[in-house]
């Protein structure tokens, strides 16, 4: 039976140091973030300078819920959460920012009197702040173009909030998913060089899934070379088009000891608009497998397999056209050990 990882959703102490001190990072960011969108008031360019904030807080979670040793049984519930938390915890401070600094420009560049600024700060709450500005609305497009208030600015901020809240979230949610070695308290790292089975055939998907074994897992990827179905170290474009789709093999090993491998499957296929953009659809196959040391031995004799190249594969195709009878030659397999995967 195939076993597959399962987090033990342990977090250190920690993550909740590097969250509080991404609170105040968030703090600190409102302030240039609410500059921006005030003096430059034009709802596309503050859309932008959300994504460039969340873009911030996804690179900060990540590193938190990565040095935090953050994981979870629901393959990174907990990373999202806190994601989703800081992310609209920056979204709120952006407000309370845009409070502090409306004062700064009376004192800096109306030159209004300190003692004046104060009795207007007594006198002027933060929830009537906020409703001034709901009330105040702005204006979209030229001078006369058509103003937006009351609900329509709640939607805009709204939208900022679930702009800079969505990347924090992706960023906690990814790092939390990657699979973690308890025996050494080490994240796993994708190998670089991963493996794919090129030119499927109608049943490969139904393979895949039916598999019990990891092993068999790999010997579907060996059978498609005895029966010269191209293997690709690195899919690219022109591989692409000839051996469209491809089903990819990821593996996540332990950086400190061989017993913890994690294996993906992934089918890619690749398109391309009238222009020539490549766009690459993926489907899960088999999702973090669990292999032993000796599956990933034989999955790097697979790997080390040398590849065909677009041409040859043609050119073999024809002649097992013109010789259907004759069977596929053997293919040297050197020996390989798990280093050189």
Same mark, same amino acid.
């Given at each position: ?25 968030? @703090? ?69 920012? %845009?409070?502090?600094? #409306? ?36 204006? =979209?497009?030229? $001078?006369?173009?058509?103003?937006? %208030? ?17 990347? #924090?979230?992706?960023?906690?949610? &990814?790092?939390?998913? =990657? ?50 179905? @191209?293997?690709? %170290? ?25 017993? $913890? ?9 690749? $398109? ?23 599956? @990933? ?39 390989? &050990? $798990?280093?050189?995967?």
């Amino acid at each position: 039976m195939i076993q597959t990882y399962r987090s033990s959703g342990k977090v250190r102490a920690s993550f909740v140091a590097f969250l509080g001190a991404l609170a105040l990072g968030a @703090v600190v960011l409102a302030v240039p973030y609410q500059a921006i969108v005030t003096y430059i008031p034009f709802i596309y360019i503050n859309m932008l300078v959300a994504a460039g904030m969340g873009y911030l807080l996804h690179i900060g979670i990540t590193k938190a819920v990565k040095a935090g040793d953050c994981r979870n049984q629901a393959l990174g519930a907990l990373g999202l959460c806190a994601g989703a938390a800081l992310g609209l915890f920056a979204a709120v401070a952006t407000h309370l920012a %845009s409070y502090e600094l #409306a004062f700064l420009h009376l004192s800096l560049f109306d030159e209004m009197a300190a003692e004046e600024v104060d009795q207007l700060r007594a006198a002027v709450s933060r929830a009537d702040f906020v409703a001034s500005a709901v009330d105040q609305g702005w204006v =979209i497009g030229k $001078s006369g173009g058509a103003p937006i %208030s009351g609900v329509f600015v709640w939607l805009v901020w709204a939208i900022e909030a679930a702009i800079i809240a969505g990347f #924090a979230s992706f960023g906690g949610w &990814t790092a939390a998913s =990657i699979p973690f070695c308890e025996r050494c308290n080490q994240w796993t790292e994708v190998e670089p060089d991963s493996l794919a089975v090129a030119n499927l055939g109608v049943d490969f998907d139904d393979q895949i899934k039916r598999a019990n074994q990891a092993d068999q897992l790999i010997e579907i990827a060996h059978t498609m070379t005895e029966h010269n179905m @191209v293997l690709a %170290s690195h899919p690219d474009t022109e591989a692409a088009m000839v051996f469209n789709p491809l089903a990819i093999y990821l593996l996540s090993r332990c950086p400190r000891c061989p017993d $913890s491998n994690v294996l993906t499957i992934k089918k890619s296929f690749y $398109s391309w608009d009238k222009n020539g953009a490549e766009t690459v659809s993926d489907t899960p196959l088999r999702e973090e497998v669990l292999l032993t040391a000796e599956d @990933v031995e034989a999955l790097a004799r697979v790997r080390a397999i040398k590849p065909i190249e677009p041409a040859a594969h043609d050119e073999h195709d024809e002649a097992l056209k013109q010789a259907p009878e004759q069977a596929a030659p053997a293919i040297e397999e050197p020996p390989v &050990t $798990s280093e050189a995967w």
